[in-house]
């Protein structure tokens, strides 16, 4: 079966420090894999995904991820925090079979937290 | 830009209730969804509609209804509702895999 594993639900980085969210995924299939933000009291906006090819993708607002195969990983990175990042994230993974109608599995979501 | 929009933010209902909520979409997407999300679940599908008047069960149906008559509309139905169905639910729409979700409905049964 597929499935998503965030680790750490609630992550606090210092305004400029790297942010690291931690994404495990299990799948049978060669896996399309998204990172999602919701802001408070908003829907989820798409932050980055990956499909095939170049394994490092970069996505908006600064953010990336690096997809490796042999670690089923899936890491959402940002060299430097801002104040605005604060957030809840979602990573979330393409349904085997589903082509590409958009029926993800998601992740129990990560709160980044920043202080100044 | 894509717009989703769900017609309510907030909602208080009773016991017993029979609860709409509505979604709408602006972009001509084949695809639609209701997940539902709760604190420590992250996101779970209730329901998907891949075209009009068709539909699909996701992970967790029991207790919940669609519909979907237009394209760009599609309807959570919460027959009777009951307290544990207290959650945020969010709607999406898709056409290339990657959904864009509404504001959110923020629905509490007492």
């Known amino acids: 079966a597929q499935s998503v594993t965030q680790l750490g639900s609630h992550v606090s980085v210092s305004e400029g420090a790297l942010v690291l969210l931690r994404c495990n995924y299990s799948s049978s299939v060669p896996p399309y894999l998204f990172w999602y933000v919701q802001y408070p009291n908003q829907g989820l906006q798409l932050l980055l995904k990956?499909?095939?090819?170049?394994?490092l993708v970069k996505g908006i607002n600064g953010f990336e991820a690096e997809f490796k195969k042999s670690e089923t990983s899936f890491h959402l990175t940002k060299p430097s925090a801002h104040m605005s990042d604060a957030a809840e994230y979602f990573c979330?993974?393409?349904?085997?079979?589903?082509?590409?109608?958009?029926?993800?599995?998601f992740g129990q979501g990560t709160t980044l937290q920043v202080k100044p | 830009d894509v717009k989703v929009t769900q017609s309510s933010r907030y909602l208080v209902k009773r016991t017993g209730e029979k609860v709409f909520l509505e979604c709408v979409q602006d972009?001509?997407?084949?695809?639609m969804f209701w997940y539902r999300q709760d604190p420590g679940l992250g996101l779970r599908l209730i329901y998907f509609?891949?075209?009009?008047?068709?539909?699909e069960k996701g992970d967790i149906p029991e207790g919940y209804s669609v519909s979907r008559e237009k394209k760009e509309r599609f309807s959570l139905i919460l027959e009777s509702a009951s307290t544990n169905q207290t959650s945020m639910y969010l709607c999406?729409?898709?056409?290339?895999?990657?959904?864009?979700f509404g504001e959110g409905s923020r629905l509490t049964v007492l």
């Open positions: 979330a993974l393409g349904r085997s079979g589903s082509g590409n109608t958009g029926k993800l599995i």
């Open positions: 990956y499909t095939t090819g170049a394994t």
């Open positions: 999406a729409s898709s056409f290339t895999g990657e959904l864009f």
């Open positions: 972009m001509d997407h084949e695809n």
């Open positions: 509609s891949y075209d009009v008047k068709m539909k």
